[in-house]
């Protein structure tokens, strides 16, 4: 039995039996289904010899799944392919990406659930899984760049910004295509971007691509993946590997600055104590307590990131958090909250 197909299939039957209700399936309802579903027939001793040969290729994985016989009762799968915590925690970042479309969500969690027992599958099903998609998908645009990358090809995308969209009933937020790229679109106004792609990272859970633009020959670009549409691969037309040219690391350093912080600076902070958790979450453990008063105490955090995200966590906080250094942390947080007071007073 040497059927790579036909071994899928018993593998498949095996492995979405329902294990609530019996210890294993037998070998004469893996031939009946193997029958019913996919016209197959097999012998008692066919089965045996595929299950025989399923567990040589299962252990070649090395991934720790056997199929287990069971005296007088038949086969099951000895263990899943993901612990349940490993299948959870998979699951979670398929339906808690930004990313991803609805449809991209989906298909993954079928692929995730192919390698998963239905009884795993039911145990750990999500009824209304909080889902946060994006219309437009990430995975096409993903394996086109990638492709371009690998290939030496250059892309084509519009790169979207928004406005107020002034409507006689209410105003609201709309996309809209930038008119700065550097090749026509014929279908509207816009323009589209024609770029070399070199390289994607991630950052705080964003893809951003980094290459060349040229109409911007002595640095390269980056993109946040999330707002480019209609991205095409455009061959080797309009490529240039200029690569040589520039220190990748620091271009990629420079440019997480750019997007996510100004500098990376030592922290020092005077915290209520009744935060400590919310600031144990925000910095790891890893944190030096350097003075303790009754109610606050005074930490030290080196290397942290000075960026929004971090301005508005410690405005959050209000008068249980103060900013002991860096000074221009600590006047930037001043400037702040004068300009909020001034808001606030006016008449």
Request: glycine fraction near 4%; include cysteine; proline fraction near 1%.
């Amino acid at each position: 039995m040497n059927n790579p197909v036909i071994m899928f299939y018993v593998l498949d039957i095996i492995k979405s039996y329902d294990y609530t209700s019996a210890l294993g399936i037998s070998r004469k309802e893996i031939i009946e289904l193997l029958s019913h579903d996919y016209k197959i027939s097999l012998s008692l001793k066919q089965v045996s010899t595929c299950v025989e040969k399923l567990n040589e290729v299962l252990e070649y994985l090395n991934n720790g799944v056997k199929i287990k016989t069971i005296h007088n009762v038949g086969y099951a799968l000895e263990n899943d392919f993901f612990s349940d915590a490993e299948y959870k925690f998979l699951q979670d970042s398929i339906y808690s990406s930004k990313q991803l479309s609805s449809k991209e969500m989906k298909h993954l969690e079928n692929k995730l659930n192919n390698v998963s027992s239905s009884t795993q599958q039911q145990r750990l099903k999500v009824a209304n899984p909080l889902i946060t998609a994006q219309e437009d998908g990430t995975l096409v645009k993903l394996n086109t760049i990638t492709r371009a990358i690998y290939n030496g090809h250059a892309i084509k995308f519009h790169y979207v910004d928004y406005e107020i969209n002034a409507d006689r009933s209410q105003l609201s937020v709309k996309e809209t295509y930038r008119h700065n790229g550097n090749s026509k679109d014929k279908n509207n106004d816009a323009t589209f971007y024609v770029v070399s792609p070199y390289e994607i990272f991630m950052v705080d859970g964003r893809y951003y691509i980094i290459g060349y633009f040229d109409k911007r020959r002595n640095n390269l670009s980056t993109y946040r993946l999330d707002r480019m549409r209609q991205v095409t691969g455009i061959g080797k037309k309009g490529y240039y590997d200029y690569r040589e040219q520039f220190d990748f690391q620091e271009i990629k350093a420079n440019m997480v600055n750019m997007f996510m912080a100004s500098s990376q600076q030592d922290l020092q902070l005077k915290v209520h104590k009744d935060i400590l958790r919310v600031v144990i979450d925000q910095f790891g453990v890893d944190i030096e307590v350097i003075n303790e008063t009754k109610q606050f105490i005074e930490i030290r955090k080196k290397d942290v990131m000075i960026s929004e995200g971090l301005i508005g966590w410690i405005l959050m906080l209000s008068n249980q958090i103060e900013v002991i250094y860096p000074l221009s942390l600590k006047e930037n947080i001043i400037g702040r909250l004068k300009d909020i007071l001034e808001i606030y007073n006016r008449e």
